[in-house]
């Protein structure tokens, strides 16, 4: 996501915040987009993957909306233990194995900042 007042024309890595955690994007924290400017960083990303790929399990209701491919999932999915005070209510954050897959193979294969999925 963008931080709120981000200027279209001139888009910093400050600007960009991850859906589940609310942190800026920087080079300690790196991210992956999803669909629609949805973001997951470096760290939300290693806790969902621990959790959906290595321990198969999720906390996600079921038919859940995923956050990050936009789409009703009814496999295990990941929500945060803490969700941003800013979240709309109708609007609940998960994130399903597909895209934490996806998105884990993405960020380890950027060798720029050297994350490794989870063991």
Avoid at 21 to 43: A, F, L, Y
Avoid at 44 to 54: Q, T
């Amino acid at each position: 996501m963008q931080r709120p007042g981000t200027d279209e024309n001139n888009v910093q890595m400050s600007d960009i915040l991850c859906d589940f955690c609310r942190r800026e994007w920087t080079m300690e924290r790196p991210m992956v987009e999803g669909h629609r400017g949805s973001c997951i960083c470096g760290d939300c990303l290693r806790l969902s993957y621990s959790a959906l790929v290595l321990e198969k399990q999720g906390n996600a209701p079921a038919g859940y909306l995923c956050t990050l491919c936009r789409e009703n999932r009814d496999e295990i999915g990941w929500v945060p233990a803490t969700i941003p005070a800013d979240q709309p209510a109708d609007q609940p954050l998960a994130a399903c194995r597909r895209c934490v897959n996806q998105s884990a193979a993405v960020l380890a294969k950027d060798k720029e900042y050297g994350w490794k999925k989870p063991q």
